[in-house]
Structures are given as structure tokens and as C-alpha cells.
């Protein structure tokens, strides 16, 4: 089994920075890594992925230039460095991870087994 558990949201004025961490347990190896967000009343959006190794990065079209995906396989850990935030970045943040490499469908949420409980991020205008 994996556990995800996400941290380093919160209140930030637009422009400004935060960054997300998804601590992985269990067996982690091999694993791709994704963001997801869900605002309010809104389906979860895909936000970035990440490959085991690292050299496989994407990003949605809405956050690219802004945040950047890293991960940090000794720690078994994820991040999401997120500049230049928007009041339409308030959601709640999840980790979610997969076994094996950066498949086609990617940014669909039915394709990653192992969540996280989500991470509040709120941006003011």
C-alpha cells in the first residue's frame, strides 16, 4: 500500500508564492506523481506530473510558467513550487500517485490509484 499525505497550504495574496509537499510511505518505487486541484463546484483538474526519474514533467496549459513540479525520490517526496498565484488557484490541492511510467491519459484522475487527503490553498485577490 502507499500513503500520501500533502501539506503546505494556505492563505497567500495573489502574486504571491507557496509550495506543496506530498510525503510518500509504503512501497513508492517506480511511481509517477501527479497534482490535481479541485475548486469548489468544479470537477478535480489535472495540474502537473512528474516521472520516477524526473525527466518527464507536464503541466496544464493554465499554470505553465508558474509552477513547477520536483521530487525528491531519497525523501519520497513531491513538491509544487506555485509563483505568481491567481484567485482562480484556490482549490484544494491533491497528491496522487501510480505504478509504472507517464501513461497517455495522465491527467485523468481514474488513472491514479493512491490519493492524498488534500491541501487547502486559498488565494486573495
Known amino acids: 500500500q502507499v500513503q500520501l499525505v500533502e501539506s503546505g497550504g494556505g492563505l497567500v495574496q495573489a502574486g504571491g508564492s507557496l509550495r506543496l509537499s506530498c510525503a510518500a510511505s509504503?512501497?513508492?518505487?517506480?511511481?509517477?506523481m501527479v497534482w490535481f486541484r479541485q475548486a469548489p463546484g468544479k470537477e478535480r483538474e489535472f495540474v502537473a506530473a512528474i516521472s520516477w526519474s524526473g525527466d518527464n514533467l507536464y503541466y496544464t496549459d493554465s499554470v505553465k510558467g508558474r509552477f513547477t513540479i520536483s521530487r525528491d525520490n531519497a525523501k519520497n517526496t513531491v513538491y509544487l513550487q506555485m509563483n505568481s498565484l491567481k484567485p482562480e488557484d484556490t482549490a484544494v490541492y491533491y497528491c496522487?500517485?501510480?505504478?509504472?511510467?507517464?501513461?497517455?491519459?495522465?491527467?485523468?484522475?481514474?488513472?491514479?490509484?493512491?490519493w492524498g487527503q488534500g491541501t487547502q490553498v486559498t488565494v486573495s485577490s
Open positions: 496522487a500517485a501510480s505504478r509504472g511510467g507517464i501513461n497517455i491519459d495522465y491527467d485523468l484522475p481514474h488513472r491514479y490509484p493512491y
Open positions: 509504503g512501497r513508492t518505487f517506480s511511481m509517477t
